[in-house]
């Protein structure tokens, strides 16, 4: 009978779910303390009749922050940039040749053209930032508090269930008491 009761009670099946949850508030509030990553890639493209510098971009980037529970603030950037355009604003073209020398004829009968345009080198940069606070928010106090909080949240919960399956098992023991009683 009391086994029964405890698995089938509504209220020890709610509170069985709020200690879930509390186990989950604790690891969300260790979660401040986890690295987070961001990345990025944009490409930017511009043509027309005679184009000019910055014909193409490429650009990637990539970013880590990271916040310790003493209060220190670590964030590493990076990002990288290349492009490619004619530098004078008019493209050059040369005809392609084939293995003796003579112009390579298009399906329109008209001779194929190079194009010829510069490359640039990456640009890029690189960042490193590390903050430490020294007096307010200092200190693994201070930023532990939180979790600190949901760990004791998780202890009165898990003692609430307890405390709630013990009223259950003496009231299903006593009711059980009683039945024999009046036999």
Not at 89 to 108: A, Y
Request: hydrophobic residues 35%; neutral net charge.
């Amino acid at each position: 009978c009391v086994e029964i009761a405890v698995q089938n009670n509504l209220n020890l099946k709610i509170e069985r779910l709020s200690d879930r949850e509390s186990d989950w508030n604790v690891q969300s509030a260790w979660a401040q303390f986890y690295p987070t990553f961001k990345t990025g890639f944009n490409h930017a493209n511009s043509s027309s009749r005679n184009p000019g510098p910055g014909d193409q971009a490429n650009t990637a980037s990539m970013e880590v922050d990271e916040t310790t529970p003493w209060g220190t603030q670590l964030a590493f950037s990076t990002n990288e940039t290349r492009s490619v355009f004619d530098p004078s604003g008019n493209r050059s073209f040369s005809p392609v040749l084939d293995i003796n020398g003579n112009p390579v004829l298009g399906p329109t009968g008209k001779p194929l053209f190079n194009s010829h345009v510069i490359s640039n080198p990456a640009t890029g940069s690189t960042g490193l930032t590390l903050t430490q606070p020294l007096w307010k928010g200092a200190g693994a106090d201070f930023n532990l508090a939180n979790v600190r909080t949901q760990r004791i949240k998780r202890l009165i919960t898990r003692s609430t269930l307890d405390l709630d399956a013990q009223k259950l098992i003496f009231s299903v023991k006593q009711a059980y008491a009683n039945v024999i009683r009046d036999i």
